[in-house]
Each structure stands twice: as structure tokens, then as C-alpha cells.
């Protein structure tokens, strides 16, 4: 599939918007009790700040929060 997905008129995949525990986990090295710890965190903070709703499903936060919360820079590449 990797040829056919750099052929041309193929649109790429589209880069993931949200980040869930195992990419938290793999981040940051930590367990998962951890990892889901601080999705908790970082889910409350944005809906206390209105820039996300409650009805979201649990278990994922926007991905460029993630980012910028933890202080890591993804180089794309």
C-alpha cells in the first residue's frame, strides 16, 4: 500500500486532530493510569475555558493542546 498511497491523484491521510491514551503514553513514557490522568486534566481545563464541549467522548484531547500544554515540538516530516 505504500506505492499506491504516493501515487498521483492519491490524497493523503489527514493528520489525526485528537490524541488518545496510548499516544500519550508514548509521548510522555508514562503508565496508563497516568496517561489518563492528565487527558482528565487537560479535558477540564478546556471545557472550564468553553473551548470544548462535555458531550465530547472521554479519552482523547485535541492534539495541538496535548502539544503545547506539554511543551513538546512535532517536527512534520
Known amino acids: 500500500m505504500g506505492t499506491l498511497a ?18 500519550v503514553m ?4 508514562c503508565k496508563e493510569n497516568k496517561a489518563y490522568e492528565l487527558i482528565r486534566k487537560l479535558r477540564k481545563e478546556l471545557i472550564n475555558d468553553g473551548r470544548l464541549v462535555s458531550a465530547y467522548p472521554q479519552g482523547k484531547v485535541p492534539r495541538k493542546y496535548f502539544l503545547e500544554r506539554c511543551m513538546i515540538d512535532e517536527q512534520e516530516g
Open 6 to 23: 504516493m501515487a498521483p491523484g492519491v490524497i493523503a491521510s489527514t493528520p489525526k486532530c485528537y490524541i488518545g491514551v496510548e499516544e
Open 26 to 29: 508514548e509521548y510522555l513514557g
